[in-house]
C-alpha cells in the first residue's frame, strides 16, 4: 500500500490503543498558590470550636485537597492579613504558607521551604471566630514543586525529590531552578508556584510550564 | 624578589592606578519598583492645584529622579489602591506603572512594556486631593531592563536596546528573559524590575544579578 494509506493504518491502530494523545507532549499544567493555612485538629478546635468540621467549598486538583469556606487573620510583630484560606483536610501539623510580601506586611522571615519541613521556621498568630493559637514555628514560602505520578516521572526523566528547572515562555518568560519533583501514585500532574512567582513570569491557571533540565 | 614581595609590588601599583576593583566584575545591582505614578504638570495641576510643585522626599539610583511625598488613590472597575507613590520630576506623560496583582485588583489588564510606550494601553482613574484625572491611557506593566552608561554597555558587550537573559543565583533563582538594555550618558548601573520579579526570586535591594547572554 502507499504511504499514505500505511499512515492512516497506523493512525488507526494508535486510536485503537486508547493512546492519550495530551501525554505526548512534555507541557505541564500550572497550579497557582495564594497564601493559605493547613491546620491540625487540635488547632482547628481552638480557633472555631471542639470538634469543629472544615467546609469543602471546592475539590483541589490534588486527590482528597480542598478548599475550605473557612479563613483566618494571621498576624505577626509588624501587621496583619485578614481572610486567609483554609485548605483540607486537616494535617498533623499547622502550617501557614505566605508570600514573600507577606513576610515584609507580617514582619517575619519565613523561609522557603518544601512543605511539612517546619524544623526553625518563625511562627504566627492565627485568629479565627472562637479563639486563638500563638504558633511558635509552622510559617513558610513554599518551595516550587511539580506533583506527578510515578508514570509521569518515568515519562519524564526524573525521580521523586530531584530538583529540576523549568522553562517559561513569552515575554516576561525565563526559568526558574530549584523545582522539586514530587512523584508517588496519589498525585496528579501539576506544577506549584506562589501567586508572585505566576506573576512574574505571566503565568495564569491555564498556563503550562515544560522542564529543561 | 620573592613571589610575596612581588605580589605586593603588584597590588601597590594596582592601588596606585586607582583601579575601580568592583567595575571588574560583571555584578549588576538591583533596584526594586513598587507601583508608583509619574505625572504630566497639566495632570498634576488637577490633582493637586493650578502649579504645584512636587515635593521631593528621596533621590534615587538613577540622576534627577526622585520620589515625592505625594501620593494618588488609583481606581479602575473592580478596585482602588490607595497611597500610589508619585515620582519626580514630571514627564511629558502620565504613566502608571503597577504589578501584576494590582491589575486582578483593579481589573484592568495592563500589558508588560518599556516606559512611555502607551499606545493602546488601558486608563485608570487618578484621585487626588484637589480633583480626578480620568485616564484613557497610561497604565503599564514596566518591562525589566538595565540602565547603564555607554561604557558600561562597552564593558558588558551590549547594545542600547539589545534585549538580553539575566541570572539569579540561589534556591529560588533562576533568570528572566527580555532584559531590555538601556544605555545613555546619564544613566547609572542598575537592573530595574517590578516586587514580584523580586520576590520571586527572593532578590532584595543588596542583590546583584549577571548578565549570561
Redesign the interface.
Known amino acids: 500500500m502507499g504511504k499514505y494509506d500505511a499512515l492512516a493504518a497506523l493512525l488507526l491502530e494508535a486510536i485503537k490503543e486508547g493512546g492519550d494523545f495530551r501525554k505526548d507532549t512534555n507541557a505541564i499544567p500550572v497550579g497557582i498558590s495564594n497564601r493559605h493555612i493547613h491546620l491540625s485538629q487540635a488547632d482547628l478546635d481552638t480557633l472555631f470550636g471542639a470538634g469543629y468540621q472544615l467546609t469543602n467549598t471546592k475539590d483541589l486538583s490534588q486527590p482528597k485537597q480542598y478548599a475550605c469556606k473557612e479563613t483566618l487573620t494571621i498576624a505577626g510583630p509588624k501587621g496583619a492579613i485578614e481572610k486567609v484560606r483554609i485548605l483540607g483536610p486537616v494535617r498533623n501539623e499547622t502550617q501557614i504558607e505566605i508570600?514573600?510580601?507577606d513576610c515584609f506586611k507580617l514582619g517575619i522571615k519565613a523561609p522557603?521551604r518544601m512543605s511539612a519541613d517546619l524544623t526553625g521556621t518563625p511562627g504566627l498568630t492565627l485568629i479565627g471566630p472562637q479563639g486563638s493559637v500563638i504558633l511558635t514555628k509552622g510559617a513558610i514560602i513554599a518551595?516550587r514543586h511539580i506533583h506527578m505520578t510515578l508514570e509521569d516521572a518515568a515519562r519524564l526523566g526524573v525521580t521523586d525529590g530531584q530538583q529540576v528547572?523549568i522553562q517559561v515562555d513569552g515575554?516576561?518568560?525565563?526559568?526558574?531552578?530549584?523545582v522539586a519533583i514530587r512523584a508517588n501514585n496519589t498525585s496528579a500532574l501539576e506544577c506549584h508556584i506562589d501567586?508572585?512567582?505566576a506573576?512574574?513570569?505571566?503565568l495564569s491557571a491555564n498556563s503550562t510550564i515544560t522542564i529543561v533540565k
Do not use: D, I, P
Not at 199 to 202: L, R, V
Open positions: 508570600l514573600q510580601a522557603v518551595q528547572t515575554l516576561r518568560g525565563g526559568t526558574y531552578s530549584h501567586t508572585e512567582e506573576n512574574a513570569m505571566n
